[in-house]
Each structure stands twice: as C-alpha cells, then as structure tokens.
C-alpha cells in the first residue's frame, strides 16, 4: 500500500497522449496563416500554460491573432478530438484503478482547460480536478498542486505527482510533493525528491513509496 495521503496526475502526455493532438492543431493553424511550424516549436510548449504557448505561437507565427486567439482555437480542436477518441498512455489508467480500489484518493491537476479536461475526468474516479483556466499561476508554479491537494484536504507535501514534463514536475516539487517523472516527448531534469520511470506500465500502488524510499 502506499503510504501517500493522495496522488495528483498530470494530464497530457502522462494519462492521455494528447501531444501529437497539441502539435497537430499547431501545423493546422500555421498552416491556415501560411507559415512553417516545425516539431521543435511545438517541443518547447510541452508542460507550458495554454495562455503562454499562446503568445509563443502568436508570435513565432508573426499573426494578428491575439493569444487569447489561439488558445480557444487549439481548445477547440483538442476538445473536438477528445471527444471521439482518448490515446491513454501504457499503464495510467490500470494504476488509477489501483489507487481507487485501495481508497488512495487522485486529483487531476492540468494546465489544459476544462473543455479538454471533462471527457478524461468523466471515466476517471478523480476526486478534485484543477485546469489550467481556474488557477491564476500556473505550472511552473506550484499553485496547481496545492490548490489540488487543499480541494482534496490533504498537504501537499503528503502526496505524490505524476508527470511528464520538466514544467510539471517543478510545479509539483515547489509544491512540496515527491515526484514520479515518466518523460513522453522530453527530456525532464533530474532533481531532489523526483525519481524517473520510462513507462507506467506494470507499476502497481506498493511499488510507488518503495521508490522514494
């Protein structure tokens, strides 16, 4: 059994593989303004707040659309192919099974907005859920996560984060959390209180706490 009070999941790239969706919306919308975008563009906003890779891409693409602008446009188009279809990542959801059968309770803590949050939230037994469109400061911050661990009456520095970015993962150790990094699409800086795994897959509830100790 885990000896944490709760555990707080990132969403993108760590339960869904939404990553490959960002940067495809991403090519769509340099693609409607006539403008390149490449893989390393779209690299550099992984773990980012929307708002931020926003005024990234407003301003990478040279286009008179405000951030705000785009943040709805890439919004809309992940919630539209979320809805018809959810890629999860190896081994995500057999551990949240998990730690809801062993009454662990889980909190998702994503700076996606709630549009694209909901049809993932909806077939998981999150009990709190936090987005990027209700907290003030987001990742790197560490506001995320202790907003996540107060809506669940826990301290965050009882808890554990799963993430899989450099961005996440700051905001969840800031936050006074022990992280589990399982890097996706980059690389994630090793740090205290932070352990890497390559894959979910096969991780049952007692290996979680055997690995910080």
């Known amino acids: 059994m885990t000896e944490y009070a709760a555990v ?3 969403l993108d ?3 869904v593989d939404t990553e490959p969706l960002w940067m495809a919306a991403e090519h ?5 303004h006539g403008k390149i975008w490449t893989e390393e563009d779209g690299l550099a906003l992984v773990g980012n707040s929307l708002l931020g890779s926003g005024h990234y891409i407003r301003e990478k693409l040279e286009i008179e659309m405000t951030a705000e602008d785009v943040v709805d446009y890439l919004v809309s188009q992940l919630a539209a192919a979320l809805s018809e279809h959810i890629e999860w990542r ?3 959801r057999d551990l949240i099974g998990a730690l809801d059968s062993a009454g662990v309770p889980q909190a998702l803590v994503t700076m996606s907005y709630t549009s694209i949050a909901e049809p993932v939230a909806a077939s998981l037994p999150f009990k709190a859920v936090v987005t990027g469109d209700i907290v003030s400061r987001p990742k790197p911050h560490p506001d995320p996560y202790l907003l996540a661990a107060e809506l669940l009456g826990v301290d965050a520095q009882d808890c554990l984060a ?3 970015s450099g961005t996440g993962a700051t905001s969840a150790n800031a936050a006074g959390c022990d992280v589990l990094v399982v890097p996706h699409f980059v690389n994630v800086p090793h740090a205290e209180s932070r352990i890497q795994v390559p894959t979910l897959e096969g991780l049952g509830i007692d290996d979680l706490a055997a690995l910080f100790a």
């Not at 769509?28 to 409607?32: I, P, Q, R, T």
């Open 8 to 10: 707080l999941w990132d």
């Open 13 to 15: 790239g760590t339960i």
């Open 28 to 32: 769509e919308l340099a693609a409607a």
């Open 90 to 92: 190896p081994g995500a």
């Open 162 to 164: 799963i993430e899989d």
